[in-house]
């Protein structure tokens, strides 16, 4: 089986929808209220377009995918 590549580390091969929703995660990391809520909310927001992601116990997402 092949490796999937993390797609959140191959900006250039993402769609601008991708995008702008990974940087309202950024904008909300950065301000400090990230947590489980918000990791999951982010990750059915890209579910709708095509995309998932993982996520670890920091709530810090990772292994972002087309599904």
């Given at each position: 089986?092949?490796?999937q590549?993390?797609?959140f580390?191959?900006?250039?091969?993402?769609?601008?929808?991708?995008?702008?929703i990974?940087?309202?995660?950024?904008?909300?990391?950065?301000?400090?209220?990230?947590?489980?809520?918000?990791?999951?909310?982010?990750?059915?927001?890209?579910?709708?377009?095509?995309?998932?992601?993982?996520?670890?116990?920091?709530?810090?997402?990772?292994?972002?995918?087309?599904?």
């Amino acid at each position: 089986m092949k490796e999937q590549k993390d797609l959140f580390n191959d900006w250039e091969a993402l769609p601008a929808e991708v995008l702008e929703i990974i940087e309202r995660m950024n904008a909300d990391n950065d301000s400090g209220e990230w947590n489980y809520t918000r990791a999951e909310y982010y990750k059915t927001e890209l579910e709708t377009i095509g995309y998932t992601y993982d996520y670890d116990l920091t709530a810090e997402p990772y292994n972002l995918r087309k599904i």
